[in-house]
């Protein structure tokens, strides 16, 4: 069964670092863009980090840029999302998703396995 | 950056009734646009990529068409099961989300 799990989600105080896990199971994770989007509650989905299949282009959205670092490792079916200077905007449901398959394993592409998601609270 | 607008942000329908989903881009983005349905609490799933093709499992009743900057979602025979927000998103460049639409079946 193709599947994400994510984990690493908490409560934590503004300025803090946390690290997300995502781990990808039944499929080959080498050849898959993989990317992280979150929703606050009752909002919409934010697309907020993105990695092409070998780990060599990552991309951020202008308001995580700078604080969070996307990784993965390829030995261990897994994708991280590194969040250092939370702020409280930054609370929400993160999922982990992978990009459809393509020749080049890009992260620019529709996105077909999605994980059920991990919380992150920012609050004092 | 490339924007995009969704319309409408919300709609009320009956079962069986075909409704159409738009979704405008700023600029020309080829057909690199997807559509996901998200129900309460659910994670998204996809319904349609490359702006007209169907994901593998997705029902025939959902169609997407387009390209440039002008796409539509449209879904037929409208089950029950449909009510859900329904989200944009292109890839021609950073992944962009459209601010979505909620369908409520009457």
């Known amino acids: 069964e193709v599947q994400l799990v994510e984990s690493g989600g908490g409560v934590i105080r503004p300025g803090g670092s946390l690290r997300l896990s995502c781990a990808a199971s039944?499929?080959?994770?080498?050849?898959?863009?993989m990317s992280w989007v979150r929703q606050v509650p009752g909002k919409g989905l934010e697309w907020v980090s993105g990695?092409?299949?070998?780990?060599?282009?990552?991309g951020y959205t202008d308001s995580v840029k700078g604080r969070f670092t996307i990784s993965r490792d390829s030995a261990k079916n897994s994708l991280y999302l590194e969040m250092n200077s939370l702020r409280t905007e930054d609370t929400a449901l993160y999922y982990c998703?992978?990009?459809?398959?393509?020749?080049?394993?890009?992260?620019?592409?529709?996105?077909?396995?999605w994980g059920q998601g991990t919380t992150v609270i920012v609050s004092s | 950056a490339i924007q995009l607008t969704q319309s409408p942000s919300s709609l009320s329908t009956s079962v069986g009734d075909t409704v159409t989903i738009t979704c405008r881009a700023s600029?020309?983005?080829?057909?690199?646009l997807a559509w996901y349905q998200q129900r309460p609490g659910k994670a998204p799933n996809l319904l349609i990529y490359?702006?007209?093709t169907l994901e593998s499992g997705v029902p025939s009743r959902f169609s997407g068409s387009g390209s440039g900057t002008d796409f539509t979602l449209t879904i037929s025979s409208l089950q029950p099961e449909d009510s859900a927000t329904y989200y944009c998103?292109?890839?021609?460049?950073?992944?962009?989300f459209g601010h979505g639409t909620r369908l409520e079946i009457k």
């Open positions: 490359d702006a007209s």
């Open positions: 990695i092409n299949s070998n780990g060599a282009r990552t």
């Open positions: 998703a992978s990009a459809l398959g393509d020749s080049s394993g890009s992260y620019f592409n529709a996105m077909d396995v």
């Open positions: 600029q020309g983005i080829s057909s690199t």
């Open positions: 039944g499929f080959k994770f080498d050849d898959y863009g």
């Open positions: 998103q292109h890839y021609a460049s950073y992944p962009l």
